[in-house]
């Protein structure tokens, strides 16, 4: 059997909720893959998921992305931990799916920029999923395909119904702000060039000093302008919609409008989607498989550890932004 | 002044829901009107109603309908009572706005398309609304314009929240499924042929022996069907939904998709049409602005008695198929 | 006959296309008014009209507005003319609906406040006429009746399919983004503090030197913040949504999904509005209809003179805000 | 190893379109499960989907099934084809998944029941890939809920755009009302009793002898009447919509919402879902995966040879309702 037939063995690095999700995942829907190490800072998680998927535990990260069997690495780890473990990944030569944010700080990001380059060839990739979805996918077909014509705006909308406390106006920006980092950057194709933050008034639910909803405001090296809602304690549901406007037409995606349901509350409508993985569980499926595909071949299929140096560096600007109300200038670094 | 710049004088007949709400609709929001008389058995909504709208009472239908100051009238008496103050309009050659049904019996409504055949033009005109109404004449529009080629299927839908106990299957046919045969006349522009009631399991609101909902099949001249559920203990609210499917095309009227609002019960949605008002109370106006311009020049403008007659037709011939669960054929006698 | 009773005399200034309109609405489909005197520098077009609605020509304005047999007066003459003759109406004593904007600068806009405060009664209503659109009046409802929570953004989005050359960014402002000021204010109650606007990538319909798609956001006196994309030249038809974020839920108009047709090209969907008499022709009808009523009384029933001072102040910061990319402050002046 | 560890090994059998669609989905997107045996009578096909896939082509049907290596069987062979190698899989015990039809007819189809109930497990899963179709799941969870109360009608479409001309009325119920007979089967979970078509006007793209579209009528054992209309000339696109109308609300799917756009045509929408793979390519690759699952325990998870059996038999009901006009009765024998 050729190695591209044979299963590409994981590590998994980190297994709290999202990095459980995904070795279910990799374990239970992905073709080609099988996660033979787990490894997580909490022993018993780490034991737990390993006995679920069959793979063995590795108590230390580094040791787990060196050993012989793991083929390639998938970590989900407290973004604090992310510079060093890609950095380990790119030593070991292992292609490296990691979870956002690529490094907490602009400098380490472009570290690792710079370290992939040394290697020569892409192997490491970033989770912003939503690439992999099959809304986005569309959106971008058709602004690549000229079907809206030059795209001018883009407006975003990210809500969720609720987040705990911790989730403070600098931590929407870096958690959920970097979605839409990316979302423009891939449906537009060019980076950002300055993040200013419009701070209302805050929802009552929200903590002292924290400004939720807020407007962002991004513009990008061609000028335009991308605008997004970040609202966290909404009550209601989750609700990402993108709505492109270009010079022959516009489109948006996020309606959530295929079950339509009336009852004797004389409304109609349907649920509006309740969680990330019923709005993006396809997508998170579809990455993995993908990346599967690629990192058999050494490789990655998806956005690259510069699409995660940019969007480091623009929630850095864009946190600043939201401390002074200023429109803060981002300056990427030379690109490889 | 010239005659057809001074108001229609009107007299309106029969000052229940139906009649009422003309009368105000004349009296407040239609250009060109005034109520100048108006009857009812009950003499006391009868006088409360021409106190509001600054008419007299006349006590005796026949003697309002001949009344020197009256141009034209407005019938919203019970059904019963329509032949005999139609004839009377016809005789007095006065127009005459007719509510639904025509006559309750396919003999005496045929008798008033001769009667009308015999004064030589049409005084005539049927309180079917719809064809006012901006959906519905976008609908015949788009037929009338080839835009989906050649109409094959009718589809509709009539669904009530709640009615009174004494509407059984029999009164759903004569009170609610007229409005679909008299749409099914006018967007197919033929008559209809036939009638079958598929009588299924009836909603646990409605009284031993009634089928609510029923599927109400027409067959058309040229051999089209037209399908109808009609519902009337929803317990929702009053969706209205018509669909023409087509040889090039299909559209669909009465989606109720505006204003769409999302809440903290997680759905997205709007509010359902609650009513009748809300959904057609700009037909109405529509077509009582239309039948006073006509009335003005001695004419009609909207569907006339021929359309009223074609519909209780059909609608005896429905009760018969409610009752029998057969096919029933419809027969109409000669057009003038 | 009562003066409730008998109708409304009115005078119409301008008959260009707007009040045209406005003539032939009042003349057609408005219950208690008569045009009894048009006006217009342009002699054959006022000719033309005041046969056609059967009135006589007055040909200078003042004297239309001081002439014996008018009661109210319709302007909607230049905007540079509006000082001029809203304060005859004053001195007059007489009700006057006043096309947008009140006058061309704010310190005509606030002598205006105050010489009807001096007269002590409302006279002068602003033709602000999405107020009495159903779509509005019902987010409005929504808004009141606590079904949001407390509202804390609203999104605005106005695009034209095409406009003339000299419509450049200070005319969309003064033009088009003025009926989202008065939407602002109308649906959150309270005054907008600052207007920004982002200047992006221009459509390339447009002209040199003028930006179009912007984006205008303003504060209010709470803190709140509106976004309006203001697009002219977007070749498709005319939209116009607006969507107010709560605490506790949001909701949207202007999706204009009522009528849905699929056909031979693989879409479904249906028109867009073509234009504003399709979406606001019946708001303009509603807002005559109670124009005149209130008028009757001598008083006005719609936004007022204050409205349009303060849409005023916001265009002209608007302007200013176009020309220096700046946050521009808008400071009213004391209400009477 | 464990046996339930290890991929399944599976004999394709047909690899016409859907079976060379269902051998890719196997060997590149369904977990646990390996394609190693290829048959069709078309040697070069099987020789082609065989080296694409990596399995050994083997002539002979049943030794396909037989072959030791095989652990499951999928069948997409004509289904004249079925009763015999649908028989030997059950002779041979080994799990087998189905397209529909079951077989060509009732007789043959009530055999394999009765051949399964001697081996004593469900071996036979049959095709209805509608069932793992999101919006049907999500339809059937409504109901089973109690979410629209006691579920009193469904009404079916399915639209395609073309066919060729040998899919005549009868070809029509076997082929494509089949999926609404096991819809409507699977929302309500009780038999259908009788068949009836309503056999209208014809599109003019149908041949000669060809009723297209149609409209069939079925009622269940407690009296529920499902309507489907079947049109497969509409050359739109792929429209597959249910509507469930329970005693308190009503639901629908496949309204094709999600991607909204609106362009220099001065339309607003989306494309239609132009064909099934769009539509139910998932719900296909959740088919396989699910019954990859069980038939490594050697069971089937989906719907069994009854549910084959149940729709063989209402479609030749339904073929004789399309040649006589007439309501056909279904009758089914014993369920062992
Ligand atoms: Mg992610
Ligand atoms: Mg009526
Ligand atoms: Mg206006
Ligand atoms: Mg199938």
């Given amino acids: 059997m050729s190695d591209l037939q044979r299963d590409l063995r994981i590590a998994v690095l ?7 999700f995904h070795a279910d995942a990799l374990a239970t829907r992905t073709k080609g893959a099988r996660v033979v190490v787990v490894n997580d800072f909490a022993a018993e998680k780490a034991a737990e998921v390993a006995a679920r998927v069959g793979a063995r535990v590795v108590e230390d990260p580094i040791a787990a992305i060196n050993a012989p069997e793991v083929d390639a690495v998938l970590i989900a780890t407290p973004g604090k931990a992310h510079a060093e473990q890609v950095q380990a990944c ?18 380490s990001s472009y ?29 971008k077909d058709l602004i690549t395909s000229g079907g809206l014509g030059n795209p001018l705006l883009v407006h ?4 969720n119904p609720a987040v705990p406390d911790f989730f403070n106006s600098e931590f929407m920006v870096r958690d959920s702000v970097v979605h839409e980092v990316d979302v423009a950057r891939f449906l537009l194709d060019e980076e950002i060039t300055s993040v200013q933050v419009l701070r209302g008034v805050a929802t009552s639910s929200a903590p002292e000093g924290t400004w939720d909803p807020m407007i962002v405001v991004f513009e ?10 970040i609202s966290v304690r909404t009550g ?5 919609r993108t709505e492109v406007v270009g010079e022959t037409g516009s489109a948006m995606i996020g309606l959530d409008q295929s079950l339509v349901r009336t009852s004797t509350d004389g409304r109609w409508g349907g649920q509006i989607t309740p969680g990330f993985v019923e709005r993006f569980g396809q997508a998170y499926d579809t990455e993995l498989q993908r990346w599967v595909a690629a990192a058999k071949q050494g490789t ?8 995660g140096y940019a969007a480091v560096a623009v929630c850095e600007a864009g946190v600043k932004a939201v401390q002074t109300g200023e429109k803060v200038a981002v300056a990427l670094k030379a690109k490889p």
Same sequence: chains 1, 2, 3, 4.
């Fill in 14 to 20: 980190g297994v709290g909720m999202m990095g459980a």
């Fill in 111 to 139: 570290a690792l920029v710079q370290a992939e380059a040394a290697v020569g060839r892409p192997l490491v990739q970033l989770g912003f999923m939503r690439r992999f979805d099959a809304e986005y996918a569309a959106l």
């Fill in 90 to 107: 790119l030593a070991a030569g292992k292609p490296v799916l990691c979870e956002k944010p690529l490094t907490t700080d602009e400098e």
């Fill in 300 to 307: 990655i299929d998806g956005p690259g550890v510069w699409d």
């Fill in 220 to 229: 990008t090296e061609s000028g335009r302008i991308v605008t997004d809602e």
């Fill in 236 to 240: 209601v549901a989750y609700e990402v």
């Fill in 156 to 159: 975003c909308t990210h809500r």
